[in-house]
């Protein structure tokens, strides 16, 4: 006898992956989960696409895995990341995720000084 609360799984069976979302404030258009590729969701191809201004207003990442049942908000993670790349490359954070990573880094971040004799 089925159980009236069961539902089929839409998740392939077999697949064990941590999938990365972003979400995107599209200002007075209100904000949305973007549409993403089914095999571009893992964390390197998200933080490549952040970098190469593919999301307009990031706000939110988003990491689950269905297959170990859990899902977390990766947002600080993602943005410490993003800061540590683009000071490894001696570059200017792109303008597009200004706001997402002074939002979610530590607040309390310094740049350290050189004491000179």
Request: hydrophobic share 35%.
């Amino acid at each position: 006898m089925r159980r009236s609360s069961w539902t089929p799984s839409i998740v392939p069976s077999g697949t064990d992956e941590t999938v990365y979302l972003v979400a995107n404030d599209f200002g007075r258009l209100g904000r949305a989960w973007r549409e993403a590729d089914y095999e571009a969701t893992d964390l390197e191809t998200v933080i490549q696409d952040l970098l190469s201004g593919q999301y307009s207003n990031p706000f939110r990442v988003i990491a689950f895995n269905t297959a170990e049942r859990w899902s977390e908000d990766v947002s600080e993670e993602v943005a410490r990341e993003l800061r540590r790349r683009c000071d490894l490359q001696m570059c200017e954070l792109p303008a597009s995720l200004f706001d997402f990573v002074n939002q979610h880094d530590e607040p309390n971040r310094r740049q350290l000084t050189l004491r000179l004799a």
